[in-house]
Every structure is written in structure tokens, then in C-alpha cells.
């Protein structure tokens, strides 16, 4: 099957396509995109429940550490106001991990927007092969109403005007014919008129999802951005309770972060299987949804020399008529004017409308000639493929950098906190608050001296 002009699965797509898939009962699955089996569903739920085994992994493991750490942390000396020994190191290690957490973060909101990118790739591609599509009812539906008009009117007026040679009368409705003719060969050219399936539609239904979409991971990246803001600030500022509210926040988070690695991973693994080859699935897709035959959508899909035009019959034939209407008005032109002055206006009229309607039919082979929705067919598959494969994979990146980071912070930031001074909580009030209960000992202890 021929590819779409600049479309060549890429090394992301080979790479994911030849990962091992297994269904729940763990027997292997063919990596051909089939998302109506159930089979291909249970490879991509696994695959997404790999996470959820990341994720609980992560949590046992955060929970192990932080009992030990509890459970088997020597006892200091009464008094002692020395720190423990890895102190800074464990501090250092929390804020290196929040750092990379904020790298992390940095690679999302990059990978969000080329997924952005590719998908608007995709909508504007449905968009203007709507606009195409709508361009050719257009064009049939007005040359038939002008035709059928002219008929109606110039040809009826014309035979009565020439009705007193029946030859000229003759000629006259072997036009008549040839239009009808030709009206009845442009009405099947209108393939996609009363199609239920709508490419503007579905332009829209996409653009809708992506908006929430890429709502969602700004929101999820600003919460993160916060909370490794936040987190650093209480490191900086030695606040326990600002540290414990954002430990909470990154279990939070954590969760959120491997929750969206599942959705990610079986996203790209789906989207890999089916830009590896396509076009099986659209055709058939595409034939389900608009009961078109598989001439006309393989025509347009693929569009290579294999594939010959199913309109190339009723185009030569309108063609011809078209010519053979216009040589007609002709000869009528040079035998019956003389004679019948008054038949004049009705054949310029006709000839007008044959050489509009001629204009209509070039611009109409045009239009439906497969290049150009072919175009927009790879312009969506480069879109989806390429640029929305890409960004997916640096929003996968991102999850896993985020999940690594938080986890390593949830294990040193109760260690942390436990290093800070008991009187954290007033070191960052002002020293002239009234309320600093600092100041009020000391003005307590001066107004002792001064009695």
C-alpha cells in the first residue's frame, strides 16, 4: 500500500510496535492495531497496569524506609544539640531530587504542546478535506440546478422558436439530451452528499477532547511546579509544617504521576501499532461509517498507479457531452439566427451557461482527483504520528522523572524535617510582631528588671 506523501513511520513507532503484548491470561497478542478485539484491549490495559504495579511498588517501598527510619533510628542524648550524622546529605539529596523533579516538569510542558501541535496537525487536515469535500457537492449540485435551468427555459423557448424546421428542431433536442446527459453523470460524482460521517465533526469532537486535554497536564504540571516550589521554600526556610503539608501534596502528586504514566504508556503503545501501517484500518473504518465502496476509498487513500480513478468514466463522458452541446449551439448559431432572429438571445444564453458549466467541470476533475485529499490524509498522519507520538513520549518521560523525584522526596523530607530546630515554627515571624512570643518574653523579663 502506497504511504502518504511525507509520512514513513518513524524509529519511535518501529521501536514501540515491536514491544511484546499479552493478554490477562499472559498469552501474546498480535501488535496489529485491533482496539474492537478484546484480546488487543487486555495488551493495552496490561500495559497501563504496569503502572499501577509501579506505583504500589513505589508505596511499599516509600512505607519500608520511612518505618525503619522511625523504627531503627538510634536515640540522641538528652541535650544533645548536634546534628545527626547525613543530615545534609539527606537534605542535599531531597533538594537535587526536586530539582530534577522541575527539569521534569520543564519536558512536560514541551511535551504537552507538541501534542498539542500534532493533534491541531490533525484537526486542520479534517477541516480542509471537509472544505474539499463540501466543494465538490457544491460545484455538482450548482452546475445540475444550471443545467437543469437551462433546460427548463432557454431549450423550451429555443424548439419553439425553431419549430418551424424540424431539423433545427432536432438539433436543438439532441442538446436537450446531451444535457440531461450530463446532469445525470455530474450527480454521481458527488460521492460524499448524504455521508453520515462528518470530517468537521469530527475536527470538532477532536479539538474538544484536546482542549481538556492539554488543560489537564497544565494544571497537573503547576501543581507539581508548586509543590516542588513550595517544598524547597520549607527546606530553605527550615518550616515544618509547610514541609508536612507538602509532603501530603507529593504523595498527591506521586499518585497523579503514575496514573498518567499508564494512560501514556498504553496511548503510545496503541497510537505505534496503528501509524505502523495505517491504512488497513482507516479504509475499513471509513467503509463502516459511510457505506462507501472500497473503489472510492481506495483511491483516495492510497492514490498511487494501482488504483485507477472510479470517476474517470462519468468525467469523459460529461466531458464529451459538454463538447458535443457546445458544437451544437454552434451549428445552430450559423443556420438558425439568420432565419429566426428572435432565437438569438436564448442560444447566447445557452452558450453562457455551457462555458460556465465548463469552467465548473475543470475546477470539479480537479477537486476530485486524489492528490489533494490524499494530502490532507498524510498532513493528519504526520500530525498524529509524528509530532503527537512525540510529545506523548515526552509527557511519558516527564511521569517518570516526576514519580522518581517525588518518590525520593517522600523518603528524605521526614528525615529532613526531623533536623530542624524545635523553634522552626517562630523563626520566620518579624521580629517586631507584637505577637512574636519571643518579643513578649523579653518585654516580660524587662518590665521584671525595671520593678
Not at 531503627?72 to 539527606?90: A, I, N
Request: aromatic share 8%.
Amino acid at each position: 500500500m502506497g504511504a502518504p506523501p511525507g509520512y514513513r513511520p518513524s524509529a519511535w513507532v518501529h521501536l514501540l510496535h515491536q514491544l511484546p503484548r499479552a493478554d490477562f491470561q499472559l498469552r501474546p497478542v498480535p501488535s496489529g492495531f485491533a482496539p474492537q478485539e478484546q484480546e488487543y484491549q487486555q495488551a493495552l490495559l496490561l500495559v497501563a497496569a504496569l503502572a499501577g504495579l509501579g506505583l504500589g511498588l513505589s508505596l511499599i517501598f516509600i512505607a519500608v524506609y520511612l518505618i525503619r527510619f522511625c523504627c531503627c533510628r538510634p536515640p540522641e542524648p538528652p541535650g544533645s544539640k548536634t546534628p545527626s550524622p547525613g543530615g545534609g546529605c539527606v537534605t542535599w539529596s531531597c533538594i537535587v531530587a526536586l530539582l530534577a523533579g522541575c527539569i521534569g516538569i520543564g519536558i512536560g510542558f514541551y511535551g504537552n504542546s507538541e501534542t498539542s501541535d500534532g493533534v491541531s496537525q490533525l484537526s486542520s487536515a479534517l477541516l480542509h478535506a471537509n472544505h474539499t469535500l463540501s466543494a465538490i457537492d457544491h460545484l455538482v449540485l450548482e452546475m445540475v440546478e444550471r443545467l437543469g435551468e437551462a433546460v427548463r427555459t432557454e431549450l423550451t423557448t429555443l424548439e419553439e422558436v425553431l419549430e418551424p424546421r424540424t431539423e433545427l428542431v432536432a438539433a436543438a433536442r439532441g442538446a436537450r439530451r446531451q444535457a440531461e446527459a450530463v446532469a445525470q453523470q455530474l450527480q454521481g460524482l458527488a460521492f460524499w452528499q448524504g455521508v453520515p460521517l462528518s470530517p468537521l465533526q469530527v475536527a470538532e469532537d477532536v479539538s474538544f477532547v484536546e482542549e481538556y486535554r492539554w488543560l489537564a497536564y497544565v494544571l497537573l504540571l503547576l501543581l507539581e511546579l508548586l509543590v516542588c516550589l513550595f517544598t524547597l521554600l520549607g527546606l530553605a526556610k527550615q518550616s515544618k509544617w509547610l514541609v508536612i503539608v507538602m509532603t501530603v501534596m507529593s504523595l498527591l502528586v506521586l499518585i497523579l504521576s503514575w496514573g498518567s504514566i499508564g494512560l501514556e504508556a498504553a496511548t503510545a503503545v496503541g497510537l505505534s501499532d496503528f501509524c505502523s501501517n495505517p491504512d488497513p484500518y482507516v479504509l475499513n473504518l471509513t467503509q463502516e461509517e459511510t457505506g462507501l465502496s472500497s473503489d472510492i476509498l481506495s483511491y483516495y487513500f492510497l492514490c498511487n498507479q494501482a488504483v485507477s480513478n472510479p470517476f474517470q468514466q462519468r468525467l469523459t463522458l460529461s466531458q464529451r457531452a459538454l463538447a458535443n452541446i457546445h458544437s451544437q449551439l454552434l451549428g445552430l448559431e450559423r443556420e438558425a439566427v439568420p432565419q429566426f432572429p428572435s432565437a438569438q438571445k436564448p442560444l447566447l444564453s445557452l452558450e453562457e451557461t455551457v462555458n460556465v458549466t465548463e469552467g465548473n467541470f475543470h475546477q470539479l476533475v480537479a477537486l476530485l482527483h486524489c492528490r489533494g485529499l490524499h494530502k490532507d490524509y498524510g498532513a493528519a498522519l504526520r500530525g498524529l504520528c509524528e509530532d503527537a507520538l512525540e510529545g506523548l513520549l515526552f509527557l511519558l518521560l516527564f511521569s517518570l522523572l516526576s514519580a522518581g523525584a517525588l518518590a525520593t522526596a517522600l523518603c528524605s523530607l521526614p528525615r529532613a524535617w526531623a533536623l530542624f530546630p524545635p523553634s522552626d515554627d517562630y523563626d520566620d515571624t518579624d521580629d517586631d510582631d507584637p505577637f512574636n512570643p519571643q518579643q513578649e518574653s523579653k518585654r516580660f523579663v524587662q518590665w521584671q528588671s525595671s520593678i
